[in-house]
């Protein structure tokens, strides 16, 4: 279940007041994205993934509205695999791109793919599975009500701070934004902690096809609020 960020308006108007809702809303959008980047409190474990034989590039499909800011583990077939990146295996293994067999570490490619090397040797059902950290897109609307509802004062907190620092605007107040800026940051931590304790909902699952696309050539507000 999604929250919209425009539920958020009359909370925030009051401390900001002549702002218009089309900036209170992007203002909202973007402490959540900011809030989900810093702390990983918006998790998912996307559903099982089907191994390709030969294939070593698949998707990442995230909810609606979210991309995958970071893959947190990876698991083939009940073992972790290690995450690294192109430049340390081409230290390890310069043919790491050719060699086949079980796969014992993972690539993220951009915020859509991830690889699997060595690539899978056999065709395995629902032999992957992936936790990621989620934020909203840049053109979403709403985010998961976990968050919304949550970590509603820190949301607040980093929109007013967002907005009263704004230099020349009627609503500008720069003493104010420290203030939120400081419960903002207070609050960005005790998310973090929740985060690395592991202590939080997992976000529903999405369908996830994980078919490869032929692309594995490529290159690679009312009042002032407390948390």
């Given amino acids: 279940m999604a929250v919209t960020y425009e539920s958020l308006l009359p909370e925030i108007i009051a401390s900001a007041p002549g702002c218009p809702d089309t900036l209170i809303e992007r203002h909202v959008r973007a402490a959540v994205i900011d809030m989900c980047e810093r702390t990983g409190i918006y998790q998912a474990e996307l559903d099982p993934v089907t191994a390709i034989a030969n294939v070593h590039e ?17 698991l083939f077939d009940g ?23 079980t796969p ?5 490619e951009g915020q859509d793919l991830f690889w ?10 629902n032999a992957i599975i992936l936790r990621v950290v989620l934020k909203p897109t840049r053109t979403s609307t709403a985010c998961d009500d976990y968050i919304m509802n949550d970590f ?9 701070t967002r907005l009263l620092r704004m230099p020349g605007q009627e609503w500008t107040d720069y003493n104010g934004a420290g203030v939120y800026n400081s419960l903002y940051t207070q609050g960005l931590e ?20 994980g078919i490869h696309k032929g692309r594995s050539k490529r290159k690679y507000a009312g009042r002032r609020t407390f948390f």
Avoid: C
């Avoid at 592991?198 to 999405?206: E, F, N, S």
């Fill in 79 to 101: 073992n972790p695999l290690e995450p690294t990146t192109s430049t340390l295996l081409e230290q390890r293994n310069p043919k790491w791109r050719t060699d086949s067999g």
């Fill in 58 to 74: 698949y998707d990442l499909e995230p909810p609606n509205g979210t991309v995958v800011h970071r893959i947190r583990h990876v």
């Fill in 152 to 160: 509603h004062d820190v949301i607040v907190n980093g929109t007013l």
């Fill in 116 to 125: 699997l090397v060595p690539t899978p040797s056999a065709t395995q059902a």
């Fill in 104 to 108: 014992e570490y993972f690539i993220k």
């Fill in 190 to 209: 005790s998310a973090e902690r929740i985060a690395r304790s592991g202590d939080m909902p997992v976000a529903a699952k999405t369908n996830y096809g």
